[in-house]
């Protein structure tokens, strides 16, 4: 509903001084004309004040054939204008006090949009690993955001009186081998007992001339890997095992992945972690091979594409399947025992929560659930595989995740009432489904205007360890890794088992930069609203609380921020 202030102001040639003033007040959709306003030399001022913004807009027309140049021709007109200055200063001035002061009498709707202030001088330096809060004076839309906090809080102790934490009933690995014949007839079940990685030899078919990336859907579809492969493809025919006039290639999988979570400074664990002598990446850094483009899925908005084989995603570890075979071939053993260090790893961090394909594919469902998860699968092929995970308090995950993603308005406020929108198409689900039937539901997940889902941490480490031993998994929190990032890449090489650094490698791997910050144009926007995140933390304090209790760490319950 717009509130729209119409004043009329006559202005008389024989007098400057006598005018006449009528005013009418409510909702109005078109000009209408003042009673008290008679006769050709007249100006209609229209005061809007929007309930979007709570900004007053002021809107000045003439009317009749009279303009600006013949309204100077009046007598005394110098006068007239100094007068017109006046009112022009007054009705801004009021409308600014009616909007600020008497908000709460102007809007109709619990739920307020409006321009964020932002200050450019504040979080110049942050980023994903600066976890300091910034407290701001509530703004006027803040203030009735705080109002509505009752209302938000009745959702969220729905949706908390409704969690149930249940054990998943695991597939049967038959079950999993009809959903994947293809890829079960690929991968063997045994790996070669001289490498850390989990590798074996098959035969290629192909001539000398043969492209072997000719059909990787990765190269098809993306022209950002085609140099990347151009150099495999260059010493691909060099790296051939020759026996008996067949040719063999290794193939490998990661040996450990790192599987989440999303702007949670996976990036960073990277980027250092690949500067280690002994370990290898995939030549892309997040395949996401496991979770959407086996399906075929680029972006799930954008429909189906043809599934990528498993072959395309292996040829993604020849590089590091190059340097391990060399070493395998090498004649000495001290030569062999060097690269047999090489361990591969894989880093897309939608591994761990990112089952939104499984409505296509898997139809055997139960109250919602999915049948099959991604890590049913990995586990299947590599039993003894070694996962690495990053988290970040869920509340502030969520607000970097919305100002990486978010194209355009980005604003505290639109934060907010995103927020409360995703709350209640979450409660809506949990009415007629259980907790993992909704944290897995595609069609929430895509209605939801901000990824509420993926800062559900338990719910997926629950169901990753019904599959995965506990000694398997090595979590770490971005707080802890943001303040000495020293001490926790040194856990993580104890937990690969990965040799020593020169003090040069060591420096060079924990004194550099953190990667993948905060955006410059990100940065200006300032933190979320403190009710915002007050919002926030309620809805995510019993799932920090549960993960605490299995990780045995109250640091993982976030309570301070």
């Not at 450019?120 to 803040?142: G, L, R």
């Amino acid at each position: 509903m717009r509130h729209c202030l119409n004043c009329c102001i006559q202005l008389f040639p024989e007098d400057a001084h006598k005018q006449q003033v009528a005013c009418q007040g409510g909702p109005h959709h078109s000009h209408q004309a003042c009673p008290s306003c008679k006769g050709e030399n007249k100006i209609l001022f229209r005061v809007d004040s929007k309930q979007m913004n709570l900004l007053a807009v002021l809107e000045v027309r003439t009317e009749g054939n009279e303009n600006w140049g013949g309204f100077l021709r009046f007598r005394k007109g110098k006068r007239c204008s100094l007068v017109f200055g006046l009112i022009i200063m007054t009705l801004v001035m009021a409308s600014y006090i009616l909007s600020g002061a008497h908000q709460e009498l102007l809007i109709s709707s619990p739920f307020h949009y409006g321009g964020f202030p932002s200050n450019p001088s504040v979080m110049d330096s942050e980023s994903p690993s600066d976890v300091k809060e910034h407290h701001y004076q509530p703004s006027v839309n803040n203030i009735s955001y705080v109002k509505d906090y009752p209302n938000i809080k009745l959702i969220i102790d729905s949706i908390a009186a409704r969690i149930e934490f249940t054990t998943r009933q695991l597939p049967d690995l038959q079950d999993l081998k009809r959903q994947e014949l293809h890829m079960f007839s690929v991968i063997p079940n045994k790996f070669l007992p001289t490498s850390k990685s989990p590798c074996w030899y098959e035969e290629f078919s192909g001539r000398n001339t043969t492209d072997p990336y000719l059909t990787n859907s990765y190269v098809l579809y993306s022209k950002r890997f085609r140099s990347t492969f151009d150099t495999l493809r260059k010493a691909f025919w060099g790296h051939l095992s020759h026996v008996h006039g067949k040719h063999f290639r290794l193939r490998c999988l990661p040996h450990f992945y790192i599987i989440g979570q999303p702007k949670c400074g996976t990036t960073d664990l990277y980027d250092r972690l690949r500067l280690h002598p002994e370990v290898k990446f995939s030549a892309i850094k997040e395949p996401h091979w496991w979770t959407r483009k086996r399906f075929g899925i680029v972006r799930l908005r954008d429909g189906l594409r043809d599934r990528y084989p498993v072959e395309d995603y292996l040829d993604l570890f020849d590089l590091a399947a190059h340097q391990i075979h060399q070493g395998l071939q090498a004649a000495s053993a001290e030569q062999t025992s060097k690269m047999n260090r090489i361990i591969i790893g894989e880093a897309s961090a939608s591994t761990m929560w990112d089952n939104n394909a499984w409505t296509f594919f898997y139809d055997n469902s139960t109250d919602g659930e999915p049948p099959f998860l991604t890590q049913d699968f990995i586990h299947a092929f590599q039993p003894e595989a070694k996962l690495l995970v990053m988290l970040r308090d869920p509340v502030e995950r969520l607000y970097s995740d919305y100002l990486y993603f978010a194209s355009s308005n980005k604003s505290a406020d639109d934060f907010h009432e995103k927020v409360t929108e995703a709350l209640q198409l979450f409660e809506n689900c949990m009415l007629d489904y259980s907790l993992r039937a909704c944290v897995y539901n595609n069609t929430l997940n895509n209605a939801m205007p901000v990824r509420l889902q993926v800062g559900l941490y338990a719910v997926y480490l629950l169901d990753w360890l019904t599959v995965f031993s506990k000694e398997q998994f090595l979590i770490l929190r971005l707080e802890d890794h943001a303040s000495n990032v020293k001490y926790t890449m040194h856990k993580v090489f104890q937990f690969l088992n990965l040799g020593p650094l020169s003090e040069k490698q060591e420096a060079l791997m924990t004194k550099s930069p953190a990667s993948n910050t905060r955006r410059p144009e990100d940065r200006s926007l300032g933190p979320m609203w403190p009710i915002t995140q007050k919002i926030l933390r309620d809805f995510y304090g019993p799932f920090n609380t549960r993960l605490a209790q299995v990780l045995d760490d109250e640091a993982f319950a976030w309570k301070t921020p």
